[in-house]
């Protein structure tokens, strides 16, 4: 299904009652991210992270508000504020990403002369398998675990990043941010009556999938 809530909105509910005066500035922040702009990576860092997080998280081209991963990680590097706690076998999180960027890039030139961000998708991924693996070859990733970079810092910031922006909420009919209102029915398939409603399929579509898979 294309869109599992149809007409849904998220942000309709900003000047409700539903959200509060700091919960409107925290999602007016994240909606003011600048795509294209960077404070904390190199140029050539950018590029490879922009490249990393069209791998790990694709998004269509014909999406009317896409979520601006590279720069909200960039943003999270800028401001410092951490996770508030590290894992003991990866660096200091600025360092980490600025090393493991590096690292993703040395990667790349080692198996196919070219930065990561000029090659295929294919390519890309296979990379992307490999650090996770820890199958590697670059010299960079001596001191850095990569699966243990690809898992607590990769997968951690890009796809944290994605869900804490508006356009995702909408995808999975998330409410938001449950203050000041907060959530009542916390149960398997209830939801509160300001929630968006799934879409379901219709009779026909039922009965052409059963069809579908009784042939």
């Known amino acids: 299904m294309a869109n ?36 904390f990576f ?37 401001d410092g504020g951490g996770d508030g706690y590290r894992y003991a076998g990866l660096p200091p999180m600025r360092e980490a990403w600025r090393r493991g960027l590096d690292a993703i890039d040395a990667e790349s030139k080692s198996r ?42 990769i997968l951690h910031d890009i796809v944290g990043a994605y869900y804490s922006h508006p356009t995702s909420w909408n995808e999975i009919g998330f409410g938001g941010p449950a203050s000041p209102r907060g959530y009542v029915r916390m149960y398997f398939d209830r939801r509160d009556p300001w929630e968006a409603s799934e879409a379901r399929p219709g009779r026909e579509q039922r009965a052409r999938r059963e069809n579908e898979r009784v042939g």
């Open 4 to 39: 599992r809530y149809r007409g849904y909105d998220v942000l309709n509910k900003r000047n409700s009652l539903s959200w509060n005066k700091q919960t409107r500035a925290v999602i007016d922040r994240r909606l003011a991210i600048d795509p294209n702009r960077h404070q």
């Open 42 to 78: 190199t140029e050539e860092e950018w590029r490879t992270l922009r490249a990393l997080c069209d791998c790990i998280v694709p998004q269509t081209v014909a999406r009317p508000r896409p979520v601006p991963l590279a720069a909200m990680v960039d943003a999270k590097m800028h």
């Open 112 to 153: 196919h002369g070219r930065h990561f961000h000029d090659l295929g998708v294919p390519e890309q991924d296979a990379i992307l398998t490999a650090v996770q693996s820890g199958d590697v070859r670059a010299v960079l990733w001596r001191d850095l675990p990569p699966g243990l970079f690809f898992t607590k810092r």
